[in-house]
């Protein structure tokens, strides 16, 4: 029972795809191992507020914003070439208040609306081959090393008319390496991760332009 609850946390961290932000960091759970055919649902609220930092040669200034961002995923246990293999997708529901200075003037604006989704496919290329309920029963997770591609859609609401939009109008790619490590200590297991991603930008307007950004991270 204890190893179950394990797996559903590292899944519910792992699940929250469902955030609209650039996500560039490495998700803590995101190659947890667990039994093919495994489906978790999970819901996630993030309230956010503070101050925005725009460019200061634009034309927004003294901004801040409180943010509600209600996320729904769900994640699918699977096996891909006999490895253990997960696919998740999740959806945003954003609300936020933004208000500040916009060309000498004060303004304000609420959006409200579904954000872009996003899918994401991650395998675990060493150290977890797919496995049923029994065998994972007796499995002991070491070292992996995994990979995945996660495509954000642009769906959520978005006008050129506008400055502040829910959705990015555009699709974004980031593909993954990871290397999870796991050291034991009584009752407790300890999780490093440490990964390395590019992130690739295209916007709707420019289908032939692109950008490409990369880093490499690591969680513990």
């Known amino acids: 029972m204890a190893t179950r609850t394990c797996v559903l946390l590292l899944l519910a961290l792992g699940v929250t795809v469902a955030r609209p932000a650039a996500a560039q960091e490495l998700e803590p759970g995101a190659y947890a191992v667990a ?8 819901l996630a609220n993030t309230f956010s507020f503070g101050d925005l ?4 040669a634009g034309p927004i200034s003294e901004a801040s914003a409180r943010i509600n961002t209600m996320s729904a995923g769900l994640v699918h246990m ?8 997960q696919v998740s997708v999740g959806v945003p529901i954003v609300g936020g208040h933004l208000e500040g200075v916009y060309l000498g003037e004060r303004a304000e604006v609420t959006r409200v609306g579904l954000g872009d989704p996003r899918v994401r496919l ?4 060493y150290g977890a ?5 029994k065998a994972f029963a007796t499995y002991r997770q070491r070292r992996l090393i995994g990979a995945s591609v996660t495509v ?3 769906l959520g609401p978005s006008s050129p008319d506008r400055l ?4 990015a109008h555009r699709w974004a790619v980031k593909p993954e390496m990871a ?5 034991a200590s009584g009752p407790w297991k300890y999780l490093a991760e440490r990964g390395s991603s590019a992130r690739m930008t295209s916007s709707i307007a420019a289908a032939f332009g692109h950008r490409i950004r990369s880093r490499r991270c690591s969680s513990m």
């Open 122 to 125: 991650g395998v675990n290329l």
């Open 53 to 56: 930092a725009f460019d200061p």
């Open 152 to 154: 954000s859609l642009p």
């Open 164 to 167: 502040i939009n829910i959705g």
């Open 78 to 85: 699977t096996s891909l070439f006999g490895r253990s293999a």
């Open 35 to 42: 039994p093919k055919g495994l489906n978790v649902f999970v």
């Open 129 to 133: 081959p797919a496995m049923d309920r």
């Open 179 to 183: 290397f999870v490590s796991t050291v």
